[in-house]
């Protein structure tokens, strides 16, 4: 079965790299990347900046080079960011902007209802999200003013869940990622949304899994593949992703 990785990171310690709370990742290369998912069948996927690579998009530009056709770029971007360099990411198949709400390292929430506009009104980019469901509830008028947005990580926490679903009901994508780092069940959040919604989940990796209390393994993707059925895989595994990131 393809998939589409909807979420993985690339740390290349040629571009800059900047602490985040004390932190700052071991390398993790496009070769290691590929030899990490050497057993499937990768047919594109999301290159997500993090917060250890702040502003800096020199990485993120290489690294779709480097990747090829069928790989896009999620981009921590500043409100001020020059419009030639938005040009340039843009025409390196960077279609989102990130805002890092639990870790920082990305422009402030303050500019999301303006950035998020801007950047959709110039080159329909989505909105990516890295927040904690129980921080949704306060947000719900700020983030209806967004065009089109998604949440990392089904979105960590099991307080604020029912405002998640809020949000799916609504059309909004939600990753299944990061197993390692929530603690919600997956399967059970995962089941809710696809109730709700069979277009919303989006498989992603995670990888190289930084900060997270346990890494990524072939067993996130058999947890997926013996918890929904054939057809429902093909959504949640490319399909859902690779429309969302192709859609513009």
Known sequence: MKIFDAHFHIVDPRFPLVENNGYLPDPFLVNDYKQSFSKYTISGGAVVSGSFQAFDQTYLIDSLNLLG???YGVANIA????????????????????FNVKR?????LDKIEYLSNYLYDLYQWHTELYIENKDLP????????????????????????????YWVERGIKVKATGFGRIEN????????????????????????????????????????????????????????????????
């Open 138 to 165: 306060a947000l719900r008028s700020l983030l209806g003013k967004l065009p089109k947005f998604s949440i990392d990580h089904l979105g960590l926490t099991c307080e604020g869940i029912s405002e998640l679903l």
């Open 104 to 108: 920082g390292g990305s422009e402030s």
């Open 69 to 71: 056709d069928n790989f």
């Open 185 to 248: 069940d997956p399967v059970e959040t995962m089941r809710q949304i696809h109730s709700i919604n069979p277009g919303a989940l989006m498989f992603g990796s995670d990888l190289p899994s930084t900060r997270s209390k346990m890494a990524f393994t072939e067993a996130d993707i058999d947890l997926i593949m013996t918890s929904f059925d054939q057809a429902d895989l093909s959504a949640i595994l490319y399909d859902n992703a690779q429309g969302w990131y192709t859609s513009g």
């Open 79 to 98: 409100a001020d960011t020059p419009k030639q360099l938005l040009d340039e990411l843009n025409n390196s198949n960077v279609v989102a902007v990130r």
